[in-house]
């Protein structure tokens, strides 16, 4: 089976930095994504790593260590906008874009 | 260059009735995704095409629940007959070459009631 792990909710203040750990537990690992829904929203596309390391990409920034089966996104520069619900999702790879998605964190930003 | 397509944007069905859902994924995407989102509740999977095949249904209810995707571009999914426990939102993606599969671009979804 898998499991996905990711806290329910964070909130935060306009400028602040936050971060939303993810831990898995898969039958196959490609790689973790993350994903932005806004309410009443599709998801989009954050990031993705196949490798350990942090990947950057202008505020927002994703974690993988393999070894330790977690990951987190990083958020930096808080702003109102960036309030909405983050998904991690694992890749099981064997067909390529298999995702399995947590239940998702509820960022909540404020003034 | 346009997004995915889904309609109709929303659906009310009263249980045990058939309803359908059309995606058209971005042009030149190979792969296609349907996902069922319940409230609350990250996306799940359902099944995925590369072009017209099918690659992984393993959680398509499949009593009840059918996809196709004819000439590898558009897709349609169907629920027959509906059950209370089908309201969600299903989503509809899509996503491109391998280098590229590792996004994948949805589309606004489909919010079904079943009353």
């Known amino acids: 089976g898998q499991s996905l792990e990711q806290p329910s909710e964070v909130t935060a203040v306009e400028g602040a930095i936050v971060q939303i750990n993810c831990t898995y537990q898969?039958?196959?690992?490609?790689?973790l994504s993350w994903y932005q829904q806004h309410d009443g929203g599709a998801p989009t596309f954050l990031s993705y790593?196949?490798?350990?390391g942090l990947e950057e990409t202008g505020r927002f920034s994703s974690f993988l260590s393999r070894s330790d089966s977690y990951g987190y996104l990083l958020l930096q520069e808080l702003q109102m906008k960036d309030s909405a619900s983050y998904f991690c999702a694992v890749d099981r790879g064997s067909t390529l874009g298999r995702l399995y998605f947590g239940r998702g964190t509820q960022l909540t930003v404020w003034p | 260059e346009a997004g995915v397509a889904q309609s109709p944007r929303y659906k009310i069905i009263e249980k045990r009735q058939s309803v359908a859902f059309w995606c058209n994924p971005i042009s030149g995407h190979a792969t296609l995704y349907w996902y069922q989102q319940i409230l609350g509740q990250g996306p799940k999977l359902l099944i995925q095409?590369?072009?017209?095949?099918?690659?992984?249904d393993s959680q398509l209810p499949k009593d009840r629940f059918s996809a196709e995707r004819l000439k590898g571009v558009d897709s349609t999914l169907k629920i027959q007959p509906a059950k209370l426990e089908d309201s969600a939102v299903y989503l509809c993606a899509s996503s491109g070459t391998r280098g590229e599969a590792m996004a994948q671009y949805f589309g606004p979804g489909t919010r079904l009631l079943v009353l």
């Open positions: 790593n196949a490798l350990d």
């Open positions: 898969t039958s196959g690992f490609y790689g």
């Open positions: 095409f590369q072009n017209n095949g099918v690659v992984d």
